[in-house]
Structure formats: C-alpha cells, structure tokens
C-alpha cells in the first residue's frame, strides 16, 4: 500500500473518508480497418470499478483478467487515473481503495487498458458529484483526459461515448470526439486469441511514410467508412479496406493476418482490433458456425458483440 497523499499538491479541495463510487466501462475496437487512430466502436464487454475514499494510502484490488500481472498500489493504471482526474479539478483524497474487476481481454487489441483509464476518470468524477462541492467531469472532459493518457483517443472516446466514434487531435494537445448515429441493423463479431500483443512494438513495425497512392486509399475508404456505418451497411466490405496498418503489422501476428484474409475471402468485412491480434468483423447478421470453425483453426474464439453503451458511474 502506498503513503502518499492523493491528489493535486495544491488541491484546494479534499474528500471525506467514506465517499463513494462505481463504474461501468466497455471494451473497444479502433481503426475499423482504415480509420488508424480516429475511428473507434464499444463494444459490449465491460470492466466494473468500484473505489473509496478512505484514510490513507493506495489500495487496488483486482479480480479476474490478468488480476496476478498488474500493480496494486497507486502505479495502478486505474489508480493513476483516478489520481490524474483528482488533480485536475483541485481535489486531494488522503488515500482511495479500489476494486476492479477486469473482464476486457488484456493486451488483445480491444481497449484494455484505455477502459481502465476511462473507468479511472469516470470514478474520479463520480466521487466529485457525490462530494457535491464540483461538477462531474464532462464527456468532452473525459475524452481529453483519457486521450492524453493514450496519445490518441479513438479506444478512449469509444469507451466514453458508446456507440461509433470519430476522433481528432491538434498540434495544440486537443483530443476531440463525435459520436455517429449507428445504423441499427450493424452487429459486431470478435475473434478473440489466447496470445497476447504489445502496441508499441506492432506500432514500431509502421513506416514513416507511405506511398500517395495508399494514402489516398484510406482517405477514401476512411470516409467511406462513416457512410457505411451511418446509412449503407451495404458498404461495409469495402469500407474496411486497409493499405496504411495492418499488412505492415502482419509480421509481428501471422495467425491474425491469415484469419482477416480467409474471413474476407469469404465476403466479411473483417479488421485488425486496433494493434492486435483480435478481429473484429462488422456486418448486419451474426456469423454461423463456419466462421466460428475457421477462427478456431487458428486459434481463436468467435463471440458476437452488441455494440457497447458508454461509460456510466454512479455514487
């Protein structure tokens, strides 16, 4: 457990011992195929966090995926950003214990660790609503802060907003979101691997420049995707196409490579889950058996998804 004090140095505000608060947050899916690093789509899987003020120190408690490979003290992903959204209001909390029950797959290209900082921030700005003396956190909020956790924010606004977003940043620091208005028909499917994978290393694999051709491509398809997802599910095969990540990654997940080619060999509109290795496919009916077969062939798990809701809190 740690000692020390919880909060901004100069917080002009603390809570009470006693104060508090849950969280549920989803799992998401980034890119979408062509949308690298600004499209993103909750998916229905979610973590529930639970945190208290309490007398001193930082405690994390943790149950579930990889509940015996993460710190439970204030280096905490979690606990840091419970901490970060303290701060940034001006509050300190003499100490905060936290209870987090992780059912997001970890490290599989589903937004494990960007709902962890969502669910961090939402539970900060819960506990400030039920404290009463500042206001919750703001969606647009929450998204600034979770992106400046990321370095981009298209898990992180999925996991906020639910549903399918559209992010940006600019040079300034600004990490902006919108959700789109769905269309009701689009269901999602994961493949979902028992390997894991690490972002930095399958974003290391990007090169730092592309040919105009590919770059052009992904505008379109990158669009197109928006069409596809709002108005013309119809559109979703070629709205998935890629030519800016995933053939640059595939070195790194072969078995995650070959999967996305046989699935869209056989007319699915597959992707990459943001850096690997799931897959996701979207579409407007659930995928039978033979899909499922196929999946195992290369060891992975099929689970249909609704789409996810946002993140909710309450104190």
């Given amino acids: 457990m740690s000692a020390i004090p919880v909060g901004a140095p100069e917080a002009d505000l603390q809570l009470a011992p006693g104060l508090r608060a849950t969280v549920r947050v989803p799992a998401s899916t980034a890119n979408l195929g062509p949308g690298f690093d600004c499209l993103g789509l909750a998916l229905g899987i979610y973590d529930e966090v639970a945190v208290a003020v309490t007398d001193g ?34 509050i300190s909390a003499a100490g905060l214990h936290l209870e987090c029950t992780n059912v997001i797959p970890h490290s599989r290209g589903l937004g494990s660790s960007a ?8 539970a900060a700005s819960a ?4 404290d009463g003396r500042r206001p919750a956190l703001t969606e647009a909020e929450l998204v600034q802060l979770s992106g400046e956790f990321e370095g981009h924010p298209d898990n992180a606004a999925a996991s906020v907003l639910g549903g399918a977003v559209v992010t940006w940043m600019n040079p300034a620091g600004g990490y902006y979101a919108r959700r789109l208005r769905l269309h009701p028909s689009i269901v999602a499917t994961a493949f979902v691997p028992q390997r894991e994978s690490s972002t930095a290393v399958t974003r290391g694999l990007l090169p730092h420049e592309v040919p105009r051709a590919d770059a052009v491509f992904n505008v379109s398809r990158a ?33 995650t490579h070959a999967l996305v080619a046989d699935l869209r060999r056989r007319g699915h509109a597959a992707t990459v889950s943001g850096a690997g290795p799931s897959v996701v496919v979207l579409g407007t009916v659930e ?8 999946g195992a062939e290369y060891g992975f798990v099929m689970t249909p998804l ?10």
């Fill in 57 to 90: 120190g930082v405690c994390v408690d943790v149950a579930g995926e990889a509940a015996g490979a993460v710190p439970r003290d204030d280096s905490h992903l979690v606990a840091r950003a419970v901490i970060r959204g303290l701060e940034y209001a001006g």
């Fill in 115 to 122: 709902a962890a900082v969502v669910g961090g921030l939402a």
């Fill in 127 to 130: 506990l400030m609503a039920a």
């Fill in 223 to 255: 669009a197109l995707a928006v069409v596809a997802m709002t108005t013309d599910p119809e559109c979703l095969f070629d709205a998935t196409e890629d030519r800016l990540h995933q053939d640059y990654r595939a070195p790194a997940m072969p078995e």
């Fill in 287 to 294: 995928l039978d058996d033979t899909a499922a077969a196929l």
């Fill in 306 to 315: 609704p789409v996810g809701e946002g993140v909710s809190a309450q104190s």
